[in-house]
């Protein structure tokens, strides 16, 4: 350059032309990269939540949901644990405990979906075997009916992963665990009525439970074991149950609870919506076509719904019922594939097939195959990096420290079904807050590929999850409870 400067001088007015061509053209590369730099931060933006975190944390006060369900049966739904509940009273677990009790619930799901089991008879009203064919874990949402003539108002948790219906029992002959209402005492009422041994009622308990049958006298008697090891065990009785003014129903089979422990919280009892013909749903198709639908409250503090009947949200988007070759109870899906602050994290399906899915109003994290889980995890992490980790909380393993944010960005999760439905996350359901120091993707992997995927309520909060069973069909409708 130096010796063609010699040979062909540059003069002064050319060299500044060439130095401000080559400054504009620094700023034009800038400008360009800045611009391309904000578009990504703008999609990044569309594809995230923005949210203070105060919102993620529990209140101690019930702010109930204003969403109005209009010509449906519908029933007021409270987290058990929350201010809303009249169950909420003393030391509630802590979220270590919570996660626990998931845990031995989704292990029992799986044990009961990977193979059948025979269950050996024993004593009526003793105890029940050691592992039975139905043992999961009780649910954490409740709501109210009315049992009996006269009514009395009873608070039962509704699980979508049981098909029996049963309530604590007067004269609780072995033991009765503290609830909130009255016992349920059937002597008081003029509508109860034992089942008898023998009947055909009596054998289909065999389905509900999972237990051989068992008589006491002429009685039949149920039994039921839960995940979390709660039990109930009592007389299969029939009686009056009013889920609303105009819905009463004469002839609803349920178990009058004798002997019941565990971890039921103050509540009388379980409402069953699987799909055994004694479930709730099975038990009232003639009215409702077994078409129910509920709404899962964003937080403790808030109120959801559960509605039987009426027509469907038209909000909804349908994905079909899937087949589950083990279990006929359980409400199966097709999962096609998740979404990442708007990535596709392109999971072979093979992934969701091997196992299949469910959907579950019991289970608290969903639980994803492990690959996966894996690919969840690892976009999370990218999109998340920019924030201080914290230690895991027992099954949860990629958790953040907000105690120096007053608000944060998160990625959007979305899934997606067969039939081309996708359902958006909320946020808190993307999130489970034990503090702000200690703040978890609320998802979880299986320990196998072969373990099923469920689906389990803290994604499903604030969706209206409609399932019309009697069209085969799961329907998911955004926003409809706060």
Known sequence: MAILYFIFPISFS??????????SLCFFFSFAILQERNLAERILLHHSHTIEVSSLLPSHSCKPSTVKVEKKTSLRVVHKHGPCSQLNQGKAPNHTEILLQDESRVNFIQSRLSSSRDVKETDAAATLPVKDGKSIGTGNYVVTVG???PRKDLSLIFDTGSDLNWTQCEPCVRSCYDQIEPIFDPSRSTSYTNISCGSSLCDSLASATGNSLRCASSTCVYGIQYGDSSFSIGFFGKEKLTLSP???????????GQNNQGLFRGSAGLLGLGRDPLSLVSQTAEKYNKLFSYCLPSSTSSTGFLTFGGSTSKSAKFTPLASFPTSSSFYALDFIDIKVGGRSLSISQSVFSTAGAIIDSGTVITRLPPAAYSALRSTFRQLMNKYPRAPALSILDTCYDFSNYNTITVPKIALFFNGGVSVDVDVRGILYANGASQVCLAFAGNSDATDVLIYGN??????EVVYDAAAGKIGFAPASCS
């Open 147 to 149: 049992l009996g003539t």
């Open 14 to 23: 050319l060299r500044f032309f060439l130095f401000a061509n080559f400054i």
């Open 458 to 463: 803290s994604q499903q909060k604030t969706l």
């Open 246 to 256: 105009t819905d009463v129903f004469d002839n609803f089979y349920f178990g009058c």
